[in-house]
């Protein structure tokens, strides 16, 4: 007698034999208008079928055919192409014995492919820019840089292919670069892409995933917390984006639904926005947690690429701009240094193969979208692909980092501050400050003193010493608060006047 159990039991069982048989696809990050990774590098393609099967992808060029011939395990099937220099388009078909399935992708281009990153500042689009009817009608004209976003999506677990894509592999138009607020493609990456294409003039696949308002803990792995001293833990973030609201955030949940099923893919690198949702939140550990996430994406897309990707590929970041005037409290100049391992410029030796944006002169109190969001976009993204070109591209000339100082040297009523380059400076007051202490401790925001710029030469400026025995001075520190400047109106440039010298803090010797 077959009861009504037994019929539903071989039911489900029917049902998970049923949906083992996956449908023959690629995974959601391959489609029509793709950037695959060009040479030396080789591409990983991967997707789905039914076990057992063969799997043969066929390449289709201007040129040339080759094939590629794989089985399906799990479920799962995956090849790693021949190395394939710059250009296209081609076509790539791929089939599956079996079922008798094929699958064609066309408009195939070969080229680098960036990763991009962070929080709102990178999730802001073109249409929010400042000039942002230029910059929009420039999009078309850049058909060769190549947009993908992923969907916003949080997991528990580490997925292996993405939920939801928001924006598939496309040309770039301005109705998709345009789009809603901080929802659709984001400006910093687009302008790094667009400014890059132009310097490298071959296809720039841009691969956007970032989420507004999260700290830097969703999108790291529980292994990176752990090397942090970071429990796995359920946060609470001060949102910096609706005024007083709070927002909650799993440690790892954009790790595992946004960067993890990422990492197949071979890429040339990433650039990463992100930082001022740790500025009340796990501050004190952000120079280790950001510099171990760094490391840790590398070698998990290096081993899950079949070290394909580089296991050093170059990360580029923004350093935070400005957020509130007159406020030493909200951690921005903590997390500016801390985005640098404490060093105040990259790459450096913790940081190796990164290169820095500096925004701190770039604050905006007019923006439509917040004072923490600068609609300027385009000087950060100009900076990052300076260093893109020189740390990524090996581009001897390209100089990329504003000034930085070597030492700071006591003389009798002022104090030298040597620079590692030529400068373009000014005088100004309150820019530096010193601090003046007995015991040498520097930590309380009351042992700082104000100080004026004096003078400024080829590659020093002097600051001045009021109302402090030489004794007790004892370090100086630059931009050190949110917001020290007016627009493009720091004191210290380099001698091209592009680039500003970073906020630093050193150590004043009497030598
Ligand atoms: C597989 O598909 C091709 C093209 O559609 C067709 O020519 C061929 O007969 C099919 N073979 C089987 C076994 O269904
Ligand atoms: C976050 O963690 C809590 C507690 O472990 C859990 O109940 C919740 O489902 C998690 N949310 C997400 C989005 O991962
Ligand atoms: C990467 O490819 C392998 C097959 O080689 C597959 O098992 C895995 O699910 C894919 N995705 C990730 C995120 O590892
Ligand atoms: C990181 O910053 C904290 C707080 O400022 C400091 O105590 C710690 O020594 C720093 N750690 C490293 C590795 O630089
Ligand atoms: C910030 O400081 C300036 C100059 O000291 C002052 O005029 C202004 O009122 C202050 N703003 C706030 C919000 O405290
Ligand atoms: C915006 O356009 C104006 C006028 O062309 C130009 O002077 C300015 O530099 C542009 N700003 C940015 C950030 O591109
Ligand atoms: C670098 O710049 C110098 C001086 O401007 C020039 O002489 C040299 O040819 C340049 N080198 C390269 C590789 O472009
Ligand atoms: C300093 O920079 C400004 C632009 O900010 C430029 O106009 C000026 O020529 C520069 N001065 C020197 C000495 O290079």
Known sequence: ????????????????????????????????????????????????????????????????????????????????????????????????????????????????????SGQSNMAFTLGQVINATEELALASKFPDVRIFQAALEQSD?????????????????????????????SAVCWLFGRHLY????????????????????AWSSPRAL??????????????????????????????????????????????????????NYNRDKYNCSFPIMIDDWRMAFHEASDNQTPLDFPFGFVQLSTYRKNDTQDGFREIRWHQTA???????KRMKNTFMAVAIDVPDDRSPWGSIHPEDKQDVAYRLV?????VAYGEKNVSFQGPFPTHAVLKRDFICI????????????????????????????????????????????????????????????????????????CPIYSSDGLLPAPPFILAVTNQ
């Open 1 to 116: 007698m077959l009861t009504t159990v037994a019929f539903s039991l071989l039911l489900s069982a029917l049902a998970s034999v049923l949906s083992a048989a996956e449908v023959f696809r690629f995974s959601s990050y391959y489609g029509n208008h793709m950037v695959l990774q060009k040479a030396p590098a080789k591409a990983v393609l991967w997707g789905f079928g039914q076990t057992g099967a063969k799997v043969v992808v066929t390449l289709s060029g201007p040129y040339k055919v080759s094939a590629h011939s794989t089985t399906v395990i799990n479920g799962i099937w995956r090849t790693t192409l021949k190395p394939e220099e710059a250009g296209g388009p081609y076509k790539l078909t791929a089939s599956q014995s079996i079922t008798n399935s094929s699958i064609t992708l066309t408009d195939v281009l070969f080229g680098d492919i960036w990763l991009c």
């Open 157 to 185: 677990e580490e997925l292996i292919d993405l939920a939801r894509v928001e924006v598939p592999w496309s040309q770039p138009t301005a109705e998709l670069l345009g789009g809603k607020k901080f929802s659709h493609f």
């Open 198 to 217: 132009k310097t490298l003039k071959y296809p720039i696949g841009l691969v956007h995933s970032s989420w507004g308002g999260t700290p830097v803990e």
């Open 226 to 279: 752990h090397k942090c001293g970071l429990k796995n833990s359920y946060l609470l973030v001060q949102s910096n984006f609706l005024e007083g609201a709070s927002v909650q955030w799993n440690s790892s949940v954009l790790w595992n639904a946004m960067i993890h099923p990422l990492l197949n893919m071979t890429i040339t690198g990433a650039i990463w926005y992100q930082g001022e949702a740790n500025a």
């Open 342 to 348: 404490d060093y105040g410029y990259a790459p450096n």
């Open 386 to 390: 300076l260093g893109a070109r020189a």
């Open 418 to 489: 040597v620079f590692n380059q030529r400068i373009n400076a000014t005088t100004g007051e309150g820019f530096f400050e010193i601090c003046c202490s007995e015991d040498k401790t520097c930590e309380s925001d009351d042992k700082w003193l104000p100080v004026d710029i004096v003078k400024h030469g080829f590659k020093y400026v002097h600051v001045s010493t009021p109302k402090c025995p030489a004794a007790d001075i004892t370090a100086v520190r630059y931009l050190w608060t949110d917001w020290p400047c007016k627009f493009k109106a």
